[in-house]
């Protein structure tokens, strides 16, 4: 009896990469939703860049799995025709560094349709997009621009880190009304992998996760970022005995504000971590947000590891401009000095 459980159970779960559950989250709802079409540029035949749709139109056809032009505004104004006559439309950005192209129609169309039509029109959208350094890809397909698409109403923001959330989050954003922004780290494609529920399952938006508890330091971190935030929380409690809660945003917009606060609040001091450039990005708004909030909690001035304000470099130079676990270590060590 306990052999056959086993047997069942491994059948309910597989290792998969966080690219490898972005295709199993797509092929569920595939499957599942006769609405669900998926855009993109070499999406089909070539299963993607990185092949995150690989064998979805050997199995779903060409009208399922659709190869569009080299075309990003040409792709996103067809999803936005499609979403508001009933299909449910997941178009890939090759890198979010092409998303810009497609501005003007997720700008001036896609996240106003509800608002414009006094909610007779939705758009559930979700616009996939790769983005981050340290692949040794040109500068262009390495952008980490996730403030630019904060500051927009009606545009969710999604940032899984895990395969397990990944896949969680991408069904969520599909069934969403509404259009959704779902950033993929690069870095983190496959870095490793996890036990991912083969089946249909939601992580819902708006929620952040604790991934690590602790009583002196909040980190907050979102993509690539949370490995390298919970490497620099190991060894700082290994070299200085401090105690970091590190917690993943997974979402920006909506934010998790409760599950900030409360740990803002328990160890008042903060370091914000994301590879974005400093100035501007949404480290800056988290701090704000903090301060309307929980200041009088903080008991020292909160500490940002970000990007530069430059370009990503070239590959020979690219790992200076990604925040590293020794830099994230600095900022904890130096909030914790501070006050």
Do not use: C
Not at 77 to 84: D, Y
Not at 138 to 162: C, Y
């Amino acid at each position: 009896m306990t052999s056959q459980t086993s047997a069942s159970e491994e059948k309910k779960t597989k290792e998969m990469t966080l690219v490898g559950a972005i295709t199993s989250g797509l092929e569920v709802m595939l499957r599942e939703d006769e609405r669900v079409i998926l855009l993109g540029e070499d999406i089909g035949t070539n299963g993607g860049v990185f092949r995150a749709t690989d064998g979805l139109q050997l199995e779903f056809g060409e009208q399922r799995v659709v190869d569009t032009p080299l075309a990003e505004s040409g792709i996103i104004g067809t999803s936005i025709g499609l979403a508001m006559n009933g299909f449910l439309p997941v178009a890939e950005m090759q890198f979010q560094g092409f998303i810009y192209p497609a501005f003007q129609q997720i700008v001036s169309h896609a996240v106003r349709m509800r608002t414009r039509t006094l909610s007779r029109f939705t758009v559930p959208l979700v616009i996939r997009a790769p983005y981050g350094a340290g692949i040794h890809a040109p500068e262009l397909h390495s952008d980490s621009m996730e403030s630019l698409f904060t500051h927009i109403p009606g545009l969710k923001v999604v940032v899984p880190s895990t395969p397990y959330d990944a896949k969680g989050l991408l069904i969520a954003s599909i069934l969403d009304p509404d259009p959704v922004l779902f950033m993929e780290p690069m870095k983190t494609y496959r870095a490793y992998r996890e036990d991912v529920p083969v089946e249909k399952y939601i992580v819902n938006i708006g929620e952040a996760s604790v991934r690590q508890t602790g009583e002196d330091v909040t980190v907050l971190a979102w993509g690539n970022m949370v490995r390298l935030a919970l490497e620099a929380a190991r060894d700082t409690l290994e070299e200085k005995g401090i105690q970091s809660e590190v917690i993943d945003l997974r979402t920006l917009d909506p934010l998790d504000v409760p599950t900030i606060i409360a740990s803002v609040e328990k160890t008042g001091r903060v370091v914000v971590v994301h590879e974005g450039h400093q100035t501007s990005g949404f480290g800056a708004e988290i701090i704000a947000m903090i301060n309307d909030e929980a200041l009088y909690s903080l008991r020292a001035p909160i500490q940002r590891v970000t990007g530069f304000d430059v370009h990503v470099p070239f590959f020979s130079i690219e790992q200076a401009y990604i925040p590293s676990a020794k830099r994230i270590g600095a900022a904890i060590e130096h909030v914790m000095n501070e006050g």
